[in-house]
């Protein structure tokens, strides 16, 4: 199928439905992938978090995702 021909076709079946929720989750995607490189604005909460995050593993503070396993089935064991 080529690219105008399903562009046709979710015109078409756009056209045709009623649901309120899929045409938003529509909406949501196809505005989601026009934003230019997806920037996210971040709470200065967050900032923070993820500066921290990044010093974090800079400083070689970091748990391999093997070990992190470990530590959650040894918590979940409990």
Not at 5 to 30: C, F, G, H, P, W
Not at 48 to 76: C, F, H, P, Y
Request: proline share 1%; net charge negative; glycine share 4%.
């Amino acid at each position: 199928m080529t690219t105008n021909q399903i562009k046709k076709l979710l015109i078409s079946k756009i056209d045709d439905t009623n649901d309120d929720e899929l045409l938003r989750a529509v909406y949501k995607i196809m505005d989601h992938n026009s934003t230019p490189g997806n920037v996210y604005n971040l709470t200065n909460e967050q900032r923070t978090e993820v500066d921290a995050g990044l010093r974090e593993i800079e400083n070689g503070e970091t748990v391999s995702d093997e070990e992190l396993q470990k530590e959650i089935d040894k918590w979940l064991n409990e």
